[in-house]
C-alpha cells in the first residue's frame, strides 16, 4: 500500500481522537514540534531502524525524547513504531496538518508573481480566492517568477488562476494560430 495513504489513515484516526477529546489545538501543537524536531534531528529516523536497539530501548528512546507532547501523540508515535513504520511520521505530520486546515476552512496557495507582493496584496487575493474554492481563508506563499512579466498566477491545490501577463500573451497566440 502506499505510503502516503497508510499516513493518511493514522492521521485521520488522530484527527478524530483530537476532535473527540477537544485536544485539537494541542495536538496540532504537538504535530508540529515533532515534525521540526525530526526534521531538525534526522539521525533519530536512523537510530530507530538500528537493530541492536531492542523494541523496549526505543520506546524508551520515544517516550524520553517526546516526553512533553500529549498522550495522544506519544502513542501514536509509538505505535507506529511497533507496527515499523516510524518513517512515516513526517508524511502523517502533513496528512494531520492538512485535515486540522481543511476543518478550519484554510487553503494553502502559491502565488507566482514577477515582483514580491505585498501584505495587502496577498490578503486581498485570500479574500477574494477563499471564497471561490468554499473556504474561509488562504494561506499564500509568494513565489517570484520574473518570466510572468506581470499579473498573478495562483495555484490553490490543483486549481490554477492564471491572470499573468504570459499567460495572456499564450491564450491570445493560442487563439491567433487555432
Known sequence: MNQEVIAKRYASALFQIALEQGQLDRIE???????????????????????????????????????GVSTPVQNTLLLLLERHR???????????????????????????????????????????FAKKVGKQTLHIENIVDPELIGGVKLRIGNRIYDGSVSGQLERIRRQLIG
Do not use: C, H, M, W
Request: glycine content about 4%.
Open 29 to 67: 501543537e504537538d504535530v508540529r514540534a515533532v515534525r521540526q524536531a525530526l526534521a531538525e534531528n534526522g539521525e533519530f529516523l536512523s537510530l530507530l531502524s538500528y537493530p541492536k536497539l531492542s523494541f523496549d530501548q526505543k520506546k524508551a528512546l520515544i517516550r524520553e525524547a517526546f516526553a
Open 86 to 128: 516510524f518513517g512515516l511520521v513526517p508524511e502523517l505530520a502533513e496528512q494531520f496538518l492538512a485535515l486540522v486546515d481543511d476543518a478550519r476552512g484554510i487553503a494553502k496557495a502559491v502565488a507566482y508573481s514577477a515582483r514580491p507582493l505585498t501584505d495587502e496584496e496577498l490578503q486581498a487575493l485570500s479574500d477574494v
